[in-house]
């Protein structure tokens, strides 16, 4: 079992619709990550939280918000999005942020499709 | 900028056989560590093997060991006594020591490993 939870499983979304991917993790962890992966290739960094400050903006665009409530919460809000934004969304988190004895525990991801 | 190849796309083992997959790096630094991740069909990436620059010993992690070649560059992953669940996309990732906030890994672009029984 992943010690961090991604919902939903699966998403299908218009443009114009504004929906949110939830991720959640009890370690005790204080960095969590957003990544976009599409198929076959490496997940793409977009955003790093840490102690539930913004510190990475990979440059993504503003129809993609990220939001961390709590240490053990982060939200990616999704607004007018485009096709190609359809992949894989992975949430990871880590003890401390860019640390190497800090290992990544990944979630088991949300398939979003943008129609 | 620190970059991360893994030049086999696509690779297949016979169950129980010996694999090994590579993996080279480009880096000025000279601190750093370097990972392999599996992505299994369930998505998830899983941590398989971690080494650290400064440590001339290679990993391992029961059936999982690598060979590091600091100054080649180079972090292969052997995996012994193949098995069916091993059967995975394989990523190789990079991270320097001291990277402060904007530390981050930096992932190669992946080798799909096919366990045949």
């Known amino acids: 079992d992943t010690e961090v939870t991604q919902t939903p499983k699966h998403l299908v979304m218009g443009m114009t619709n504004k929906k949110s991917l939830k991720c959640e993790q009890h370690?005790?962890?204080?960095?969590m990550y957003w990544y976009k992966q599409k198929a076959k290739k490496p997940p793409e960094l977009m955003f790093v939280?840490?102690?539930?400050?913004?510190?990475i903006n990979e440059s993504v665009p503003s129809r993609f918000s990220p939001e961390c409530p709590n240490s053990s919460l982060l939200n990616l809000h999704l607004h007018a999005l485009q096709p190609e934004d359809s992949a894989l969304y992975l949430c990871?988190?880590?003890?401390?942020?860019?640390?190497?004895?800090?290992?990544?525990?990944f979630g088991n991801g949300t398939r979003l499709t943008v129609t | 900028a620190q970059t991360v190849t893994q030049s086999q796309p696509e690779m297949s083992v016979q169950e129980a056989e010996t694999v090994t997959l590579s993996c080279t790096y480009d880096?000025?630094?000279?601190?750093?560590?370097l990972f392999w991740y599996k992505q299994p069909p369930s998505r998830q990436m899983i941590l398989v093997i971690r080494?650290?620059?400064?440590?001339?010993q290679n990993a391992t992690e029961n059936r999982f060991s690598v060979n590091f070649q600091k100054a080649a560059k180079s972090f292969s992953l052997k995996i012994s006594d193949s098995q069916l669940g091993d059967t995975a996309m394989y990523f190789c990732?990079?991270?320097?020591?001291?990277?402060?906030?904007?530390?981050?890994?930096?992932f190669g672009t992946g080798t799909l490993l096919a366990v045949q029984p």
């Open positions: 990732a990079f991270m320097k020591q001291y990277g402060g906030a904007t530390n981050k890994l930096i």
């Open positions: 080494q650290e620059a400064y440590k001339q």
């Open positions: 880096t000025s630094e000279n601190n750093y560590y």
């Open positions: 939280y840490s102690y539930e400050k913004l510190s």
């Open positions: 990871a988190s880590s003890q401390s942020q860019g640390a190497y004895n800090s290992p990544l525990h």
């Open positions: 370690m005790g962890h204080r960095a």
